[in-house]
C-alpha cells in the first residue's frame, strides 16, 4: 500500500491507494472472517507476535494496585510493585495454575486463592505452604511469568514474542503526527467491555472508514468526510474533518482545545488503527480507545475508554462536562456492534462472496492485506486470496 504522495510525510490525501484498480479491488474472501483455522493462524502468526493495548499506567497509580485482564495469550496481570515499577505477569499460579487475581484493586502481595503460594509484587515467589518437605523445591525459579511490556504516552502494550520489534519501531511515525496531543498527560476516565457476536477485523474495518457514517449514525454523528495519511510503521490513520471535537454530539465541545495542539490536529478528529488491535481517536479535546480482543472467529470484545487532559480533570464540574462524550462513545459503540453483527450473520451465508470496494474502503483494503501478508502462504491460499 502506497500513497499517491511521499509515503514518509504525513501530508494527508482523499485516499491512499493505488491498486488494484478502483473497479477491480474486492473485500476480502468470507473465510477470513468465518473459518476458525483462519483464526487460529491469525492468533499465531499475527495477535500473539504484536502489540496489544493492554490499558493506561494511571489506572494502576499506586504501589500494590493491580487490573487483571484477558488477553489472546491468557489471563495478565499489570501490577505496581512497591518500588513504583510497573510490571505485567501471566496471571495463574506457578503451583497449579490458578487464577490469582481478578478485576482492578490493591495488595500487599499475591496469594494464590488454590494452595497459598504467595508471591511479592515483583513475581517472585515469596511463599510456598508445605512445599519445605518437597525435595528439590527451590523458590526462584517458580515466579510469576513476566510478558514483554511498553508504555507510549501512558499507554500500556504488551507483546508475547520476545523477538518482535520494540513498540517505537510498530508506531513508526505516529508519535510525530499524535505528539501534540500530550497523551502522556491525560488520564482515563471512563471505560466499558462489550461483547460482540463478530470477527475482530470487522470492529477494526469499521471504525477506519466513514462510508457508513451517514446510515449507521444517522441519529448520532451523522455523515462524515475523512482524509487518509500515508504513514510508516505498523498503523493507519484517517482524519475526520470537523474543525470541533466530534467527542460529543450536537453542541459546543465543553473543554478547549488541548493546549499547544499542532495545526493539522486542529483540523479534525484522527482515527488510527495501531495494527493489529488497537485504535486511538484522538479529537480537539481528548482521546478515546477501541481495543479489541479475538474471543473466536465470530465472537470479539470491544473495548472502548476515554481520556481527557489532566487539567480538565481537576474542574470542579468536569464529571458534568464529560457526561455527554460518555453517552456518546456508548451510543456510537453500540451502533456500530450492531451492525457489525448483521455483517457476520451475511458473512456466514455459503452464497456470501467478495463485494467491490468503495474509494472509501481504503482502509480496509490496507487493513486486510496488512493481516493476509502475515498469514502462512496455504491460508491465504485455502481463501482464495
Ligand atoms: S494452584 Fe496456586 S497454590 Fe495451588
Ligand atoms: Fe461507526
Known sequence: MTGTGSSTTLVPEPYV??????GDAKSAPTAFYTDPEVFRAEVQHIHLK????????????QPGDYKALNTVGGPAILVRGEDGVLRAFANFCRHRASILLEGCGNANSIICPYHAWYYRLDGTLAGAPGMREVPKFEKPPHGLIPIRMEVWEGSVFLNYDENAPDLLTHLGNMPELLGSHRMGDMVRTWHVEIETKC????????????????IVHAATVGAQRSLSFPTVGEWHCIQVQANRSIAVLGQEPPFPVIEGLSEQSRKGTYFTL???????????????WLAVRPVAVDR??????????????????FAERAAPYYKRWEAVALEDVGILERQQVGLNSILARPGPLSWRDDMVLAMNRWVLARLPAHIRDGMGA
Open 17 to 22: 491507494w493505488t491498486e488494484p484498480p478502483l
Open 50 to 61: 504484536t502489540w496489544f493495548f493492554a490499558g493506561r499506567v494511571e489506572e494502576v497509580p
Open 199 to 214: 470477527n475482530w477485523k470487522l470492529l477494526l474495518e469499521n471504525a477506519m472508514e466513514t462510508y457508513h457514517t451517514g
Open 274 to 288: 495501531i495494527e493489529p488491535t488497537t485504535q486511538f481517536a484522538c479529537a480537539q479535546d481528548c482521546m478515546w
Open 300 to 317: 470479539s470484545v470491544l473495548s472502548v475508554g476515554g481520556c481527557f487532559p489532566r487539567a480538565y480533570t481537576e474542574l470542579p464540574d
